[in-house]
DNA sequence: ATCGTTTATCGCCGATGGACGATGACCGAA
DNA sequence: TTCGGTCATCGTCCATCGGCGATAAACGAT
């Protein structure tokens, strides 16, 4: 795979007339909103970074499974991912989750100060 | 059907060392990953309150969608809805999605508190 | 070279999601 | 009552998700 999460799209369908925005931040809450993902992003986040293995070993899911969650985080752009040895180090990109958070809050906002 | 979305469960599955809180973040998140139903969202904020026409009539779904995509919304808690004659008037629960907001927000620092 | 470990990917499967059209209920107006 | 508009629900179809085991690649250590 090349890189960037939204080159093109990876993004659900959507009606015609939705904002652009509105996939993007739909695309990066649905990487959010797995329960196993999001205690994979704790822990991650807890020990700094992590190899897929020390996941698998936290939670009992499949080594398969567990890679394949990894790979939707990274691909949401909320976790970054390097090569170390035979190793793949998994780590939170911060400013990305931040940024996620900003624009839920960025919603929430635009209905209020609609009213 | 009987009622509410989380009665016993309502949540996606989730792996057994998961906190409880995650997947009811997860769900919340899951009512939210989609574009339409974000649009939606502004839509009826924008408006105030909106029945179900005139949501069809602002996106070019068919009104069975958009009664599905009313109907999650309201299970998620993030959309009241009040029959009102032969309409339905759907209005945001400003309240829910500040939770929400706040939920993402607490993961975020969480994640990032843990440094 | 061989083994053990770690990882990503593949294929498969059941379940769910998202879209639609059709239908029937409800209600106001004619 | 009948008609037209609104709505929720049902059934169907297709795509995607989420889980797993199996497999192969990569690499360090023996």
């Given amino acids: 795979m090349t890189e960037s999460p939204?080159?093109?799209?990876?993004?659900r369908p959507a009606?015609?007339?939705?904002?652009?925005?509105?996939?993007v931040v739909a695309a990066r809450?649905?990487?959010?909103?797995?329960?196993a993902r999001i205690e994979i992003i704790k822990h991650l986040s807890a020990s700094n970074s992590c190899c897929c293995r020390e996941v698998v070993d936290r939670f009992d899911l499949?080594?398969?499974?567990?890679?394949?969650?990894?790979k939707i985080l990274v691909e949401a752009g909320l976790v970054r991912f390097e090569p170390d040895r035979q190793r793949s180090r998994y780590a939170v990109?911060?400013?990305a989750l931040a940024d996620?958070?900003?624009?839920?809050?960025a919603l929430?906002?635009?209905?209020c100060s609609g009213r």
Same sequence: chains 1, 2.
């Fill in 6 to 11: 939204f080159e093109t799209d990876g993004c």
């Fill in 15 to 23: 009606p015609r007339n939705c904002a652009p925005d509105s996939r």
């Fill in 29 to 35: 809450l649905a990487a959010l909103s797995h329960p």
């Fill in 62 to 70: 499949a080594q398969s499974t567990v890679s394949q969650h990894l």
């Fill in 93 to 95: 990109d911060h400013a």
């Fill in 100 to 105: 996620v958070s900003a624009s839920v809050a």
């Fill in 108 to 111: 929430v906002n635009s209905c």
